[in-house]
């Protein structure tokens, strides 16, 4: 059981928005500003869509944006394209004792 | 570009040693960035196994500290991974990333930093 509690699926037509969730605890999510996002392919390794609640690296479209409230944490993808079909895993810093912990993940399938 | 690569053994009796090393190309280990451990069982979600700093500073999963250990070799530029007393349990995919501190704004960056750099993973199976 995963220390993050993400919904198992999600979907959305192309040209929509949809926004994932990610609820922790005031131990990581609600203690910091440090919430990540992480896109994953079938059979790729996992690719950083977003830092710090709502930074997005370089390269990282900004139809992909992050916000954070209390102890949740949410991730929306608008104007849907077929190629963000993928499982999105949010992770937190969680204290010095627990460091970073990961969500199970939420498939998404665009429609 | 940065890139990084696991390598190991992929098959495992139960009960013995996961020992994986990943190698870094494209920028230095003695940087001022993480190196970390992740897996991922078939068809699962990710796990944080743990991650370590040149100097050999680490953090681990508090559910796997008791079997599992990293090192760094800053000669060969690569880390590594020992996990003891493996199961099935322990099969996935193995990967390596980079937590990256350029990616943060805390005042020491004293936090688990994002990973911008993965390998491509390593499957490792634990089987009789």
């Known amino acids: 059981q995963s220390a993050l509690t993400q919904p198992p699926s999600a979907s959305g037509s192309p040209g929509q928005s949809v926004t994932f969730s990610c609820t922790g605890t005031s131990s990581d999510i609600g203690g910091y500003s440090y919430v990540s996002w992480y896109q994953q392919h079938p059979g790729k390794a996992p690719k950083l869509m977003i830092y710090?609640?709502?930074k997005r690296p370089s390269g990282v479209p900004d139809r992909f944006s992050g916000s954070k409230s209390g102890n949740t944490a949410s991730l929306t993808v608008s104007g849907l394209q077929a190629e963000d079909e993928a499982d999105y895993y949010c992770?937190?810093?969680?204290?010095?004792?627990?460091?970073?912990?990961f969500g199970g993940g939420t498939k998404l399938t665009v429609l | 570009q940065v890139q990084l690569r696991e390598s190991g053994p992929g098959l495992l009796k139960p009960s013995g040693i996961l020992s994986l090393t990943c190698d870094v190309s494209?920028?230095?280990?003695?940087?001022?960035?993480?190196w970390g451990w992740v897996r991922q069982p078939p068809g699962k979600a990710l796990e944080w196994i743990g991650e370590?700093?040149?100097?050999?500073?680490?953090h681990y999963n508090p559910s796997l500290k008791s079997r599992v250990a990293m090192s760094v070799d800053k000669s060969k530029n690569q880390f590594s991974l020992k996990m003891n007393s493996v199961t099935a349990a322990d099969t996935a995919i193995y990967y390596c990333?980079?937590?990256?501190?350029?990616?943060?704004?805390?005042?020491?960056?004293?936090?688990?930093?994002?990973?911008?750099?993965w390998g491509q993973g390593a499957l490792v199976t634990v089987s009789s």
């Open positions: 494209g920028g230095f280990i003695s940087s001022s960035n993480w």
């Open positions: 992770s937190s810093y969680a204290g010095s004792n627990n460091w970073r912990v």
């Open positions: 710090e609640v709502s």
């Open positions: 990333a980079r937590g990256f501190r350029g990616y943060c704004s805390h005042p020491r960056c004293n936090v688990a930093l994002p990973l911008d750099y």
């Open positions: 370590i700093y040149h100097d050999g500073s680490t």
